[in-house]
């Protein structure tokens, strides 16, 4: 399929999802994240996403302008953007089955931002950066960054990173527990598709058991998630790759799993 904002290309057993619009620092119009939505949507047997941008931006936030939305009211356009395209492509990465890796080269602003972390693993180059800068323009963060962001770093963290508007570069990143990996910019693609290539080689089934588990783990109650590993070990043990990894260890020989 052809996509207008975006490169999809199969890597493998990777599908590779690039951002397009490098003039523009990858500012994502809405059609953008339909786009990235639709690609989610027709894995065509791929067994792990991996999300980039092209040039030297992973995304510099949203680009809403145009009125193609049908309202001159900014604030109803900028809700129904949210509502009708950005959010279900971030709720479609979170239900995905399979892994999804960023690697993030330069700002990762807005929505850029939120889309970068609702992944299970971010690599970023050592030159890149995350941003919420809304408060500079009287507007909140969103895309789940309100959601995402004291999970993943604390709340006094994610209030500084919210309501100060402030550059958090990918070394900061890192050690605030944000992101998986920092590299050298010349290294990210290399880096960042070997470990999707290394996700889309391992029990796929189980793998997406597994994020999407940690995606309701923090609002669930302790009898809520231990209830929800046994059910979900009841599906990943029926799966083939199950058989084959169990086969693999009496063997003692390294598993072939096949993603079923």
């Given at each position: 399929?052809?996509?207008?904002?975006?490169?999809?290309?199969?890597?493998?057993?990777?599908?590779?999802?690039?951002?397009?619009?490098?003039?523009?620092?990858?500012?994502?119009?809405?059609?953008?994240?339909?786009?990235?939505?639709?690609?989610?949507?027709?894995?065509?047997?791929?067994?792990?996403?991996?999300?980039?941008?092209?040039?030297?931006?992973?995304?510099?936030?949203?680009?809403?302008g145009?009125?193609?939305?049908?309202?001159?009211?900014?604030?109803?356009?900028?809700?129904?953007?949210?509502?009708?395209?950005?959010n279900?492509?971030?709720?479609?990465?979170?239900?995905?089955?399979?892994?999804?890796?960023?690697?993030?080269?330069?700002?990762?602003?807005?929505?850029?931002?939120?889309?970068?972390?609702?992944?299970?693993?971010?690599?970023?180059?050592a030159?890149?950066?995350?941003?919420?800068?809304?408060?500079?323009?009287?507007?909140?963060?969103?895309?789940?960054?309100?959601?995402?962001?004291p999970?993943?770093?604390?709340?006094?963290?994610?209030?500084e990173?919210?309501?100060?508007?402030?550059?958090?570069p990918a070394?900061?990143?890192?050690?605030?527990?944000?992101?998986?990996?920092?590299?050298?910019?010349?290294?990210?693609?290399?880096?960042?598709?070997?470990?999707?290539?290394?996700?889309?080689?391992?029990?796929?089934?189980?793998?997406?058991?597994?994020?999407?588990?940690?995606?309701?783990?923090?609002?669930?109650?302790?009898?809520?998630?231990?209830?929800?590993?046994?059910?979900?070990?009841?599906?990943?043990?029926?799966?083939?790759?199950?058989?084959?990894g169990?086969?693999?260890?009496?063997?003692?020989?390294?598993?072939?799993?096949?993603?079923?």
């Open positions: 399929m052809t996509y207008r904002h975006i490169l999809a290309e199969a890597r493998g057993d990777v599908l590779v999802l690039t951002l397009n619009r490098p003039e523009r620092l990858n500012a994502a119009p809405p059609a953008m994240f339909d786009e990235l939505r639709a690609a989610l949507d027709n894995l065509d047997g791929a067994r792990a996403v991996l999300i980039a941008g092209a040039g030297r931006a992973f995304c510099s936030g949203a680009d809403v145009g009125g193609a939305l049908g309202s001159d009211d900014p604030g109803e356009t900028t809700y129904a953007a949210l509502t009708q395209h950005y279900p492509t971030i709720t479609a990465i979170a239900e995905l089955g399979v892994p999804v890796v960023s690697a993030v080269r330069g700002p990762a602003a807005g929505i850029g931002c939120s889309l970068s972390l609702a992944v299970d693993f971010c690599v970023a180059s030159e890149a950066y995350f941003l919420q800068a809304f408060v500079n323009i009287g507007l909140v963060p969103d895309g789940g960054a309100s959601w995402m962001l999970r993943l770093i604390g709340r006094a963290r994610a209030a990173m919210m309501m100060l508007g402030e550059r958090v070394a900061k990143a890192l050690e605030w527990g944000m992101i998986h990996k920092v590299v050298a910019d010349e290294a990210l693609d290399t880096e960042a598709l070997a470990l999707a290539t290394r996700l889309a080689a391992g029990p796929t089934v189980a793998l997406g058991l597994m994020r999407q588990a940690l995606g309701r783990a923090l609002d669930s109650d302790y009898p809520t998630a231990l209830l929800a590993e046994a059910e979900a070990q009841r599906t990943a043990r029926a799966s083939a790759d199950s058989l084959e169990g086969m693999a260890f009496l063997q003692k020989r390294k598993p072939a799993f096949t993603g079923r």
